[in-house]
C-alpha cells in the first residue's frame, strides 16, 4: 500500500523535522510504501493576496502586534549584524539540518510545482498529512497541507495535525478551513483545542486526539537514529527556548545556581533574541536534528518552551519544566499544545506559567514519577496506532 506524506522535512525547526522523521519511519515499520512528497509550498498571486488581507493588514492596524515588531526588527537589524557569532553559527546550524535531512529522508524527486501535485499523488492509496502546525492560519490560505490538491478518489487523512493557533482570525479563513476539513476523509489533532475548532465549524465527522508522530516512537528505536557518544562531556543543564522571554532566563540562571553545573544552550533559533547572549556557559551551533535529542538525553535536566523538547524529556525520562512561550491571550499563542501533552501524562506540575519561576528549590526536588507517565504514555501510543490502522485500512 502506497502512501503518499504531506510534511515539513524541509523546515529548519528541530522538531518539524524529527515529527516528520517519526511518522514515516512508523509507516515504513508498518509495512507501507512511503512516498514524501516533493514540494516546498511556494505561494501564488491569489495565495499572497489573501495572506496580506486576511493576515497582514490587519496587523497594520493593531498598536500591539507594531510595537513588537518594530522591536523585533530593531533587535535583528542591529545586534545581529554586530554578533559575528551569531551570523557564522546559524550558516553552520543550516549545514546540519542540510546533512540530517539528505541522510534520513529518501526524496525522490526534484521540487514539484504546484499545477503537478494533483498528477502526482493520483494513484496512491491515500495521502496522509503530518505532524505538527500544519494549519497555521497562513497554512490554510496557501491550500496545500490542507490536502486541496489531492483527487476526491484518494483517501486523505491527518495525522496529528495542529493549527497553531486557539482560533481562527477571519470568517475567510474559517470558511476555508471548513471547505478542506469537510474533504479530508479521517480526521486527527494533536491538541484538545484543534478538536474544538474543528467542531465549531460544525464539522460533523469524528475527530481524534492523537500523539504527535515522535511519541510514536519509543526510546529504543529513537536511540537508533541519534549518534551514542556524549556531545557535551561534563554535568549540564539544557536550554532550548524557541521564545524571547528574559525571565526564562534569569529563571534558568537560578536554576544553574542551585544545581551547581553549567548551561548549555541552542540559542536565537526561531528568531534573534539579544538576551541569549549572555545566559549561557556553552553554545552549540554545529548540532544537527539527531543530535538535539542526543542533548537531551544526556543531560541532567531540561528547560523549554518548545513541544519537542518536552515529548523528548519525557522519553528519555528526564527532569523537565517547559515555559510559556506566548502569553494565553495572544492570538499567536501555541499553549495549548503544551497544555494538551501535560494533562495526556499527568505532568501538569511541570507547566510552568512566569509566577511560578520563584520557588526554585520545591520545583527543584519535585521528582516525575516515570513509572506512572511511562503507562499513560502507553496507552496513548497504542490508541494512536489503532487510529493510525483503522484509517489507512491495516
Not at 55 to 84: C, M, T, W, Y
Not at 96 to 122: C, G, M, P, Q, W
Not at 227 to 234: A, F, G, H
Request: charged fraction near 30%.
Amino acid at each position: 500500500m502506497k502512501v503518499s506524506v504531506v510534511c515539513i522535512y524541509y523546515n529548519r525547526n528541530y522538531g518539524s523535522v524529527l515529527q516528520s522523521l517519526a511518522l514515516n519511519r512508523y509507516l515504513e515499520k508498518s509495512g507501507f510504501e512511503v512516498d514524501v512528497i516533493p514540494f516546498k509550498d511556494e505561494a501564488g498571486l491569489k495565495e499572497k493576496l489573501d495572506v496580506f488581507l486576511d493576515l497582514r493588514l490587519p496587523k497594520l492596524f493593531n498598536p500591539e502586534i507594531v510595537k513588537r515588531k518594530i522591536q523585533e526588527r530593531k533587535s535583528q537589524n542591529v545586534d545581529s549584524n554586530e554578533d559575528a557569532v551569531y551570523i557564522e553559527g546559524c550558516k553552520i546550524r543550516e549545514k546540519a539540518y542540510i546533512r540530517f535531512v539528505n541522510k534520513n529522508f529518501n526524496v525522490r524527486l526534484s521540487e514539484l510545482a504546484r499545477k503537478e501535485l494533483t498528477d502526482y499523488v493520483k494513484d496512491s492509496d491515500a495521502v496522509i498529512v503530518g505532524s505538527d502546525q500544519l494549519w497555521t492560519p497562513h497554512d490554510i490560505l496557501m491550500g496545500y497541507h490542507t490536502l486541496e490538491f489531492v483527487p476526491d478518489t484518494v483517501k486523505k487523512v491527518s495525522y496529528a495535525t495542529s493549527f497553531g493557533v486557539s482560533q481562527l482570525p477571519t470568517n475567510h479563513i474559517k470558511k476555508k478551513a471548513k471547505r478542506f476539513l469537510e474533504r479530508i476523509d479521517v480526521l486527527s489533532v494533536r491538541e484538545k483545542q484543534g478538536k474544538r475548532i474543528i467542531e465549531d465549524l460544525g464539522i460533523k465527522k469524528k475527530v481524534s486526539v492523537v500523539v504527535d508522530p515522535t511519541m510514536l516512537l519509543t526510546r529504543e528505536e529513537w536511540d537508533k537514529l541519534i549518534q551514542p557518544e556524549r556531545i557535551v562531556k561534563d554535568k549540564f543543564l539544557f536550554c532550548y527556548f524557541l521564545g524571547n522571554n528574559p525571565e526564562h532566563r534569569v529563571f534558568a540562571q537560578k536554576v544553574k545556581d542551585k544545581l551547581g553545573m553549567k548551561i548549555v544552550a541552542l540559542q536565537h533559533m526561531d528568531e534573534y533574541d539579544a538576551g541569549d547572549r549572555k545566559y549561557a556557559d556553552e553554545v552549540l551551533y554545529n548540532i544537527d536534528p539527531g543530535q538535539f535529542v542526543s542533548l537531551i538525553r544526556d543531560a541532567e535536566m531540561i528547560l523549554t518552551d518548545s513541544f519537542h523538547g518536552s515529548v523528548f524529556s519525557v522519553l528519555y525520562h528526564k527532569g523537565f519544566f517547559v515555559l510559556n512561550r506566548h502569553k494565553d491571550n495572544e492570538s499567536r499563542s501555541t499553549n495549548s499544545r503544551i497544555e494538551t501533552l501535560c494533562s495526556m501524562l499527568n505532568l501538569q506540575t511541570r507547566h510552568l506559567p512566569n509566577e511560578a519561576l520563584n520557588d526554585i528549590d520545591s520545583l527543584v526536588q519535585n521528582a516525575i514519577d516515570y513509572k506512572a507517565v511511562d503507562k499513560s504514555l502507553e496507552e496513548h501510543r497504542n490508541m494512536s496506532i489503532d487510529f493510525l490502522t483503522n484509517a489507512l485500512g491495516r
